[in-house]
């Protein structure tokens, strides 16, 4: 079983569309959470990173972690298609580097 | 703006012939990392330095070297590359707080894509 399972997609939604990006772990000393924004041929960017459990929002884009689930979200509110990328969540627990899920990628349709 | 850099963008080499990418930062972050990403797959850490100290994932290749000059360079050295080895390379930064534990996100370049002939 993988440390952090994501949905690899594709996922398909129309602009304007709300979309859910989901992953799930199963390493309990996980402590810090990201989501990165990869485009074809660049590297990954940090989106959100989070600590503890809760919401954390930053403009169009909300991170959720439940821990005792070991559920991680992402939403994207208002989707556009510049928001067309791979999204990988991705998990640390402060000692070691990141263990990332295999990617979801997104394509929002103009 | 401080940033990752990797140079090349693109790298075609031949099989067996040793190549070197290179990646530098203005972050002044004391770990720097190496991962392979293979199409449609997350990246995979190679290795990674905490200052000088050197990091060996226990799966990497004996193939992948890696120096790190001084705090801002970061170098991966690839023997004798195989076909299997064509992949991106990505290298990504962080700060680190001592004793081996860090609460901070790791910061990317956009990668070298390399191919083998």
């Known amino acids: 079983q993988k440390e952090v399972e994501q949905d690899p997609g594709p996922l398909s939604v129309p602009e304007g569309a709300i979309v859910s990006l989901n992953c799930t772990y199963s390493?309990?000393?996980?402590?810090?959470f990201m989501w990165y924004r990869q485009y074809s041929r660049k590297g990954p960017e940090l989106l959100m990173y989070t600590y503890s459990s809760g919401n954390k929002e930053d403009g169009r884009f909300t991170a959720q972690v439940d821990k005792s689930s070991k559920y991680i979200s992402l939403f994207i509110r208002d989707s556009q298609p510049s928001d067309s990328a791979t999204y990988l969540c991705?998990?640390?627990?402060?000692?070691?580097?990141?263990?990332f899920g295999s990617g979801t990628r997104l394509q929002v349709q103009p | 703006d401080a940033m990752v850099i990797q140079n090349p963008r693109y790298q075609v080499t031949q099989f067996g012939k040793p190549v070197t990418l290179s990646c530098s930062q203005t972050?002044?972050?004391?770990?720097m990392y190496w991962y392979q990403q293979k199409s449609s797959q997350a990246p995979k850490l190679l290795f990674h330095y905490y200052d000088k100290d050197f990091n060996n994932e226990a799966d990497t290749p004996d193939n992948f070297q890696s120096r790190r000059p001084n705090t801002s360079f970061c170098f991966l050295d690839i023997r004798s590359p195989g076909l299997g080895d064509a992949a991106m390379y990505l290298c990504?930064?962080?700060?680190?707080w001592g004793r081996g534990y860090s609460n901070q996100p790791q910061h990317f370049g956009d990668g070298t894509r390399l191919s083998i002939l």
């Open positions: 990504a930064t962080s700060r680190d």
């Open positions: 390493n309990s000393a996980f402590q810090y």
């Open positions: 972050l002044n972050h004391n770990v």
């Open positions: 991705a998990s640390y627990t402060g000692r070691r580097a990141l263990t």
